[in-house]
T-cell receptor
């Protein structure tokens, strides 16, 4: 089954304790990205990657790191989490660059709910 | 600036009636794609419908249609014959050609009443 898998689904942690949220896709997609969802703000892009070793900042990158060493994996790293990073996080992937045909639809993971105390 | 605006935080609709969810966008890029996603209470993001900026006709997918008015920069989602299972949060999104980013609106929470 074609899917994006992210783990953990739920996590409660404390301020300053480094954590990693993993993301893996089995569709051979070139494009991968991370979003956070907060009430009233919708989804905001944190980081994205067009291919292996190619990453770039989204609109809210502060406090986050990413890496893309393999095409299928795109982990999100919170080096020193703070309470304002409490949120619902989504990883998503799409085949590649924009196409008018609509082939660039984002496929989302199930989401990871993070609470930082 | 690239921006998506959804001005209806919440809406109610009677079962079996049609409902329109508003979405306006702003981009200087002549080539872009517009998407609608559904997020039920379980939390997953479900793709509903896509419209390319060069498409001459409005997109349709079953009970979903996209009312695309390019000059007004609007991409409203129309759900015909609402069902109880349509109760969810709905997000409008845009991807401009020259930007490798997706831009999402703040969402509209739809409640379908029996």
């Amino acid at each position: 089954e074609a899917q994006v898998t992210q783990n953990p689904r739920y996590l409660i942690t404390v301020t300053g304790k480094k954590l990693t949220v993993t993301c893996s896709q089995n569709m051979n997609h070139e494009y991968m990205s991370w979003y956070r969802q907060d009430p009233g703000l919708g989804l905001r892009q944190i980081y994205y990657s067009m291919n292996v070793e190619v990453t770039d900042k989204g609109d809210v990158p502060e406090g986050y790191k990413v890496s893309r060493k393999e095409k299928r994996n795109f982990p999100l790293i919170l080096e020193s989490p703070s309470p304002n990073q409490t949120s619902l996080y989504f990883c998503a992937s799409s085949p590649g660059a924009f196409e008018q045909s609509g082939a660039n639809v984002l496929t989302f993971g199930a989401g990871s709910r993070l609470t930082v105390l | 600036a690239q921006k998506i605006t959804q001005t209806q935080p919440g809406m109610f609709v009677q079962e079996k009636e049609a409902v329109t969810l508003d979405c306006t966008y702003d981009t200087s890029d002549p080539s872009y794609g517009l998407f609608w996603y559904k997020q039920p209470s379980s939390g997953e993001m479900i793709f509903l419908i896509y419209q390319g900026s060069y498409d001459q006709q409005n997109a349709t997918e079953g009970r979903y249609s996209l009312n695309f008015q390019k000059a007004r920069k609007s991409a409203n989602l129309v759900i015909s014959a609402s069902q109880l299972g349509d109760s969810a949060m709905y997000f409008c999104a845009m991807r401009p050609y020259n930007f490798n980013k997706f831009y999402f609106g703040s969402g509209t929470k739809l409640n379908v009443k029996p």
